[in-house]
């Protein structure tokens, strides 16, 4: 029992992360219906982003690193953001009239391009932070197995529900969300009634970016790690998460993220870790039969 509670914080807190890459793939697709596949490489440009403003400021400034955390968080966000702008700018916003499988060609291109990008500049290998946050809290002890709950997991999981809670919000009740609402619906239409449609699209894009710059600090803070190569396997996770929650769904982003964190981690506990990714892959495969848009998605409906 104390294994399966210690997997099941484990799971929960890499959930988190998955739902806040999820949360960009959904909010881009819900808007033009394109599949960004560079969003994971974004998510780990992100995190080299910062890894190196926490350098920069405790090794050259001399902060100390808890302290430290905070405006790499907001720096990331603000850099990766940035960056996503001048991606849509240059990778997208001119093929999106264009036939179906241009943007999606570009945007493997795009994902190939900031790997390749961040390999040159920063080498194959893993970069490490020192550790941060690593204080735990017992919560069983005197049994076969302690069950613990570290400080970073629970700001890993408060941020996550504070940014969905945010972000509903502005979809919900805000003249950004509506403007995001009418172009999923018609963005031809949406642009007759004065929404300005690129400028809506590139928000969606910096909004979605600095979701994944959290995710990526997250990620850094959790693991101590990162390498170039971590952008695909997570990104492909997060957009599982995103196709099994609903797909143009919020919260069925980060529920999906919380049930791909799980599978993952249950299953490598009991089972085999070698066969996790294909424990969740199928897990997404046997609810799309029966469930074609996912647990929050809605219904496709054609227009004619």
């Not at 793939?25 to 969003?39: D, E, K």
């Not at 990778?91 to 390749?116: E, H, K, Q, V």
């Not at 074609?292 to 809605?298: A, E, F, K, N």
Request: hydrophobic letters at 55%.
């Amino acid at each position: 029992m104390e294994i399966f509670l210690q997997q099941l914080i484990n799971g929960v807190t890499l959930g988190s992360i998955y739902g806040l890459i999820a949360i960009g793939y959904t909010m881009v697709f819900g808007i033009i219906g394109m599949v960004n596949f560079a969003h994971g490489d974004v998510f780990m440009l992100s995190a080299f982003i910062a890894l190196l403003l926490l350098l920069l400021l405790t090794q050259v400034l001399g902060l100390p690193a808890g302290l430290a955390f905070v405006p790499v968080l907001f720096g990331a966000m603000c850099l990766t953001a940035l960056w996503n702008f001048v991606i849509e700018r240059v990778a997208y916003r001119r093929l999106r009239g264009s036939f179906r499988l241009a943007p999606l060609i570009s945007a493997i291109g795009m994902s190939t391009f900031l790997a390749n990008f961040v390999t040159v500049t920063q080498g194959p290998n893993n970069k490490s932070i020192p550790p941060l946050l690593d204080h735990i809290i017992p919560l069983t002890t005197g049994g076969a197995y302690d069950v613990t709950l570290s400080y970073k997991q629970i700001l890993i999981v408060v941020v996550t529900a504070i940014l969905l809670a945010a972000f509903w919000f502005v979809v919900q009740k805000t003249s950004l969300g509506r403007a995001q609402r009418a172009c999923e619906q018609d963005a031809k239409m949406a642009s007759l009634l004065g929404v300005d449609v690129n400028r809506t699209i590139a928000l969606t894009f910096v909004i979605g970016a600095a979701l994944a710059a959290v995710a990526g600090c997250l990620f850094l803070l959790q693991y101590g790690v990162v390498k170039s190569s971590d952008g695909f396997v997570p990104g492909v996770k997060a957009f599982t998460a995103a196709v099994l929650g609903g797909i143009g769904s919020l919260p069925g982003a980060v529920l999906g993220g919380l049930a791909i964190g799980l599978i993952e981690t249950l299953w490598g506990q009991y089972f085999s870790s070698d066969y996790k990714d294909v424990a969740a892959f199928s897990i997404l495969a046997i609810t799309l039969i029966f469930m074609p848009s996912g647990l929050l998605g809605r219904p496709d409906v054609e227009k004619v």
